[in-house]
């Protein structure tokens, strides 16, 4: 059994920062990519970020300049850094984990206020 734990959102100011972070543990084994997506009330869900276990990234345009993702491999983590929060970020943040299967996290809450 495979889990992903999230921690990092809460209730931020626009043009402020969080970071959230994304542990794997369990069964899980060579793990490919690592990313975050986002769902806000009333729309579906979309990337944010992605990364590779070579380390390539790829990011959605609106988040493109503000967000970094990273990983640790050898602590099945990865990281998504928030700078310049934008009340449109105000989302439903989830980790996915791709292995044999694609797994994801229970969401965390990211709100922006204006």
């Known amino acids: 059994q495979v889990q992903l734990v999230e921690s990092g959102g809460g209730l931020v100011q626009a043009g402020g920062s969080l970071r959230l972070s994304c542990a794997a543990s369990g069964s899980i084994f060579s793990i490919k990519s690592m990313g975050w997506y986002r769902q806000a009330p009333g729309k579906q869900r979309e990337l944010v970020a992605d990364i590779t276990s070579g380390g390539y990234t790829t990011y959605a345009d609106f988040v493109k300049g503000r967000f970094t993702i990273s990983r640790d491999n050898a602590k099945n983590t990865v990281y998504l850094q928030m700078n310049s929060l934008k009340f449109e970020d105000t989302a439903v943040y989830y980790c996915?984990?791709?292995?044999?299967?694609?797994?994801w996290g229970q969401g965390t809450q990211v709100t922006v206020s204006s």
């Open positions: 996915m984990v791709e292995s044999r299967h694609e797994y």
